[in-house]
């Protein structure tokens, strides 16, 4: 089958991120994280939505209650958007002087939201951490020693979790158990150097994990053991994350970043930073939803 990507909006986000499909709006949401905004885009009406955020903000979930909840650099709030946006904070993890920040999530099936946390000034220090946040506030930390930790997504059963390290060019796989507690942690996928760094991931309805290679220029999916299965190749080097939406959730989106590309590289790849999307790539799920 041959796919076609197309860049349906050429925004030149400095670190597009966070991507997650609202079926009642029928658009696809994400973060510009270095640029402090949320965006929207929404197929039908090729309409483009975007709202300025206070502060560097990685990720939206759905909510329960309504709205979103959203990852921001100090921590975690409900977000209700609009002139001007809502916010109000359930949980600060960080001071706002902190060097730390959160750095992408998704709920489960059980409405618990698992998040990560990352050095944003020194991408080389072991210091971040994998949370859970429960429907009843309770944080806990599940696992520890991240440099910039991605990711994550679920197998379709949720008995497994996805979390990825990106320097480390590795995602580990966790067995989860109905309490949300984690076990045997073992690596899943290790990249080779040519493959650049894994980073954002998506689980689609047949189990497939779709991976988005930060450093190259693809997004791939990959079978039960890690297998490649079919690559998609992007006109970007930095590709950031991926979701499922539209109408049947047979789209497959994509972000990308300009963040850390010289004058030269640019030019070579003008659409960075570009929403992008594959029509028909596969089968998708509905996103998770936080209950808290």
Known sequence: MSLTVECIWPLACRLGEGLVWDEAKQSIFFVDIQGLAVHAYTPAKNAQRSWPMPEMVGWLVPRAS???????KSGVAALKLGQPSKIEWLHRVHKPNSPMRLNDAKADAEGRLWFGTMNGED????????HRLGADGALATVDRGYCVTNGPT????????????????TIYAFDVSPEGEL??????????????YPDGMTTDADGHVWVAHWGGSRVTQR???????????????????????????SDLYITSARKGLSAPQLAAAPLSGGLFCVAGAGQGRLPGVFAG
């Open 66 to 72: 309504g709205d979103w909840v959203a990852g921001f």
């Open 154 to 169: 679920f197998s379709v059963d949720g008995r497994t979790i996805f979390h990825t390290d990106s320097p480390l060019r």
């Open 123 to 130: 991408e080389s220090q072991p210091v971040g951490v994998f």
């Open 223 to 249: 079978g039960a053991s890690g297998q490649v299965l079919q690559t998609i190749t992007l006109p970007v080097p930095h590709v950031t994350n991926v979701a499922f939406g539209g109408a049947d959730l």
């Open 183 to 196: 076990s045997n942690k073992r690596v899943w996928v290790k990249f080779a150097d040519d493959e650049g």
